[in-house]
């Protein structure tokens, strides 16, 4: 059926759907009060962020003109374009068999022959059975059949990372890659956006993730949950202030996460769907109903600013993980040698750029004290995070789950990277690195997640264009 057209509003270029009755009303509501009366530019959020040094600002100069281009490109490459994923896998919290039927959700992978080889071979040097001598004889010979001019110490990395078991530092539950229905998805071909996920469905997963998952009593009341008395979010946010600077922190990971999302969802709606071509576009009365602070009741400039603090937690990883990419032996390995080198500068380059950011976030402030406490809370720290990628498993619609399970892992893999400062100082500039390893699917997590954080963070000066044009 195709999606509902709006009227080009004055000064406004972009062609908006107005998806339905309400958001319609909403729109003609703000249009019917005088100039002076309507609401400002919302997004405009400013100033310095909670538990932070840094200011808005100084991140979207950054992000905007420095950081998104060179990561967009690095994102088109074919290492990072290809994500495997078991997409079967069923619900291990509720019964819950009901799948989107619309085709927008719909997932299409990759025919095998069209991955790279070096993609595809390169799975073996993260398979589990790799634990014997002999077994990793028969890697290195699996190995040498793709690429006999990688070094003996190239090969001796590749195989401890066949042995590394990350179990007890990972904080997500990760899919087993060799399992029949783990699949190649070419993240380009699969974007993120608007798919028609919504209702009881997508709710019940933010409600589980936000009520089980973030250390929230259940007498204190989100803000406009749905079936709730609200205060106005007071007896929250008098909560979240008081608690330890660690559970804060989780909470606005993923308020941030979850404004992320919501961003792309804005920015990538569908405009018009007709038997001749599908259109995909910012929708502003969407974004608005999800980030206004009238229509939120001053909770959409907070979930915006929870989006700055993600991008701060994974810009500091990314600086913090530089020496681990930076060693000669290591390899973006997708079978074309030239690609590759060229891959490999650009993420260098990347990183350097990461690294160079003024004012990043100090997680020197996490799990400080007393030891035995602060190994305690850590721990319970990456069980909730895991136990909310395990929650991906539940999403109904194949493409949000993509997505879901996609940057759940890359903002674990960012978080086992701060809490593994020690490790990657001792990481050897030659030879392998036998204390701290990432695997393949965590790097394109890792840095796939981090595309949609800076993605949003320049969503944001798009939408900020479009409602000044409107007023």
């Not at 969407?286 to 937690?313: C, H, M, V």
């Not at 020496?323 to 590759?340: H, I, K, V």
Request: aromatic fraction near 12%; hydrophobic fraction near 35%.
């Amino acid at each position: 059926m195709a999606a509902p057209s709006g009227s080009v509003l004055p000064g406004l270029r972009a062609r908006l759907v107005l998806p339905g009755l309400r958001a319609r009303l909403v729109l003609l509501a703000l249009l019917a009060l005088p100039r002076a009366a309507r609401p400002s530019c919302f997004c405009q959020v400013t100033g310095h962020l909670d538990d932070c040094t840094c200011d808005v600002e100084t991140i979207d100069a950054f992000n905007n003109y420095k950081l998104f281009p060179r990561l967009n490109e690095l994102l088109q490459s074919d290492y990072f374009r290809y994500y495997k994923v078991n997409l079967q896998k069923p619900c291990p919290f509720w019964e819950d068999n009901s799948h989107c039927g619309m085709r927008d959700c719909a997932v299409q992978p990759c025919p095998s022959d069209e991955v790279p080889d070096g993609i595809r071979a390169g799975s073996y040097k993260y398979s589990e059975e790799a634990n014997s001598l002999a077994e990793e004889c028969e890697e290195a010979k699996r190995l040498g059949a793709v690429d006999d001019s990688l070094s003996k110490e190239t090969r001796q990395a590749v195989l401890q990372w066949a042995q590394h078991d990350d179990s007890s530092d990972s904080f997500c539950e990760a899919d087993d890659i060799h399992s029949p229905d783990a699949e190649y998805v070419d993240l380009l071909l699969n974007p993120e956006r608007y798919t028609g996920y919504k209702g009881p469905d997508a709710w019940k997963i933010w409600n589980s993730i936000y009520e089980e998952n973030c250390f929230k009593p259940q007498n204190v009341k989100r803000p406009l949950a749905s079936g709730r008395g609200d205060d106005g979010g007071h007896t929250f946010y008098k909560w979240l202030k008081g608690v330890c600077v660690e559970k804060r922190a989780f909470y606005r990971l993923i308020s941030g996460l979850h404004a992320s999302i919501n961003i792309h969802l804005s920015a990538r709606y569908l405009l018009q769907d007709s038997w001749s071509e599908k259109k995909w576009g910012p929708n502003v009365t969407e974004f608005q109903q999800r980030f206004d602070e009238a229509l939120t009741s001053g909770e959409g400039p907070r979930r915006l600013k929870n989006l700055y603090f993600l991008y701060l937690i994974e810009l500091r990883a990314l600086s913090k993980v530089l020496p681990f990419f930076e060693r000669p032996a290591f390899q973006l390995y997708t079978g074309n040698e030239r690609q590759d080198a060229e891959t490999k500068h650009l993420l260098l380059e990347i990183l350097h750029l990461a690294k160079s950011f003024p004012l990043h976030f100090d997680e020197n402030s996490f799990f400080a004290g007393n030891k035995k406490e602060a190994a305690k809370l850590k721990e319970e720290f990456r069980l909730h995070f895991k136990n909310i990628s395990k929650i991906m498993d539940c999403v109904g619609c194949f493409k949000c789950r993509l997505w879901g399970k996609l940057q759940t892992q890359g903002l674990g893999t960012a978080l086992k990277i701060l809490f593994s400062e020690n490790l990657i100082e001792k990481i050897p500039e030659s030879g392998p690195s036998y204390g701290f390893q990432l695997t393949r699917q965590e790097i394109v997590a890792l840095f796939n997640a981090f595309g949609r954080v800076s993605t949003s963070v320049k969503e944001l000066e798009n939408f900020r264009n479009l409602l000044q044009n409107m007023r």
